[in-house]
C-alpha cells in the first residue's frame, strides 16, 4: 500500500513516468500477496494514468464552486456516501463532481487530489 501512496502522491506532481513505476511495484506485491481488488485497483490506475493526459491550464476556474467543495471533502477523507449526506446530495451527483474533477485535473483517483487543489489555491494566494 504504501508504493501505492506514493504512486499516488507522484500523480499529484505531475511525475506520470515515476508514478507509473510505484504503481508497478505496488501491483506486483499486491498480486503475490493474494490481494487481488488492489491490484485490480492498481491496474485500473496504470491504465488510467496511461492514456489520461494532464491538461494544460490548471487553475481554480476550472473547478465549479460545487467540484471544489466535493474535492476538498475527497482529501479530507470522507466517503462518496459521507460527502453526499453533507452536501445534502446523492452519491451519483458527488461521483459526477469527482469524475470531473478527476477529468479537469489530470489526476487517476481521488488519494491524488491533494497536491494539485493545494498548487491551485497557492496560485490563487499569489
Same mark, same amino acid.
Given at each position: 500500500?504504501?508504493?501505492?501512496?506514493?504512486?499516488?502522491?507522484?500523480?499529484?506532481?505531475?511525475?506520470?513516468?515515476?508514478?507509473? =513505476? !510505484?504503481?508497478? &511495484? %505496488?501491483?506486483?506485491?499486491?498480486?503475490?500477496?493474494?490481494? /487481488?481488488?488492489? *491490484?485490480?485497483? #492498481? $491496474?485500473?490506475?496504470?491504465?488510467?494514468?496511461?492514456?489520461?493526459?494532464?491538461?494544460?491550464?490548471?487553475?481554480?476556474?476550472?473547478?465549479?464552486? =460545487? !467540484?471544489?467543495? &466535493? %474535492?476538498?471533502?475527497?482529501?479530507?477523507?470522507?466517503?462518496? /456516501?459521507?460527502? *453526499?449526506?453533507? #452536501? $445534502?446530495?446523492?452519491?451519483?451527483?458527488?461521483?459526477?463532481?469527482?469524475?470531473?474533477?478527476?477529468?479537469?485535473?489530470?489526476?487517476?483517483?481521488?488519494?491524488?487530489?491533494?497536491?494539485?487543489?493545494?498548487?491551485?489555491?497557492?496560485?490563487?494566494?499569489?
Amino acid at each position: 500500500r504504501s508504493h501505492a501512496v506514493v504512486g499516488a502522491a507522484l500523480i499529484g506532481m505531475g511525475e506520470r513516468d515515476a508514478a507509473l =513505476r !510505484e504503481l508497478s &511495484v %505496488a501491483r506486483r506485491l499486491a498480486e503475490s500477496c493474494g490481494a /487481488r481488488a488492489l *491490484a485490480a485497483e #492498481l $491496474v485500473d490506475t496504470q491504465l488510467t494514468l496511461s492514456v489520461r493526459r494532464a491538461p494544460t491550464v490548471r487553475s481554480m476556474d476550472t473547478l465549479t464552486v =460545487r !467540484e471544489h467543495e &466535493v %474535492a476538498e471533502l475527497a482529501v479530507r477523507g470522507l466517503t462518496n /456516501r459521507q460527502i *453526499a449526506e453533507k #452536501l $445534502v446530495v446523492s452519491v451519483k451527483t458527488v461521483e459526477g463532481h469527482l469524475s470531473r474533477v478527476f477529468t479537469k485535473l489530470g489526476v487517476p483517483c481521488r488519494t491524488a487530489l491533494a497536491a494539485p487543489l493545494r498548487k491551485m489555491e497557492a496560485e490563487l494566494v499569489h
